[in-house]
């Protein structure tokens, strides 16, 4: 085929199959949807901090302002949880691009399962006697259910043969497949 003038040239068809194609939207998905989770949890926590007040052990506090203490505590949380999922963003990257690291798919594997793990405890956590509106854990509730549905979803797709032969193909950096450092 020659190129006509004018005509942006053609970009060949992606090597990845459909599968893990899949695979790696729904994992960005999960990343995505942790990521706002992680953001109502923060908001959640910050507009009724009682529960953390009562899971904490202050002991003598003297001069030290607790209220501050658990807001900066609850911030650091909330950055360090969105700090993972940055990560695992990466991860999800990495897969995509088929990079030869075989640990990337073992973290995206751990993290839908414990996003799954998670979504079944959604469902027997209740709030009581809290000054958050019920609309606000709803919307957290669902958001961490569709990213373990995601999750899910994500790792039965990554695990189909056309997935896993192309994971195992050798392109990850020159090196033979099974090389250790990998």
């Keep these: 085929m020659t190129q006509q003038p004018g005509r942006p040239q053609e970009k060949p068809a992606p090597t990845i199959p459909e599968s893990a194609r899949l695979a790696v939207q729904l ?3 999960m990343v ?28 003598d506090t003297g001069a030290v302002p607790v209220d501050a ?3 900066v505590a609850i911030i650091m949380a909330g950055v360090l949880g969105i700090g993972i999922m940055v990560f695992l963003g990466f991860a999800v990257y990495g897969y995509a691009r ?22 079944v405890v959604v469902f027997t956590a209740t709030p009581a006697g809290t000054a958050v509106p019920t609309a606000l854990y709803l919307i957290d509730g669902s958001l961490q259910i569709l990213a373990a549905i995601a999750g899910v979803l994500g790792l039965i797709l990554s695990r189909r043969p056309d997935a896993v032969e192309w994971q195992e193909k050798d392109t990850g950096g020159g090196k033979a497949a099974g090389t250790p450092g990998k």
Excluded: C, M
């Design 98 to 119: 088929n990079s030869g690291w075989r640990w990337l798919r073992t973290l995206l594997v751990f993290f839908s399962v414990y996003f799954a793990i998670r979504a």
């Design 32 to 59: 995505v949807l942790e990521i706002i989770h992680q953001v109502f949890n923060v908001a959640i926590s910050l507009i009724d901090p009682s529960e953390v007040k009562a899971n904490a052990d202050f002991g």
């Design 69 to 71: 203490v658990i807001t």
């Design 27 to 29: 994992w960005w998905a």
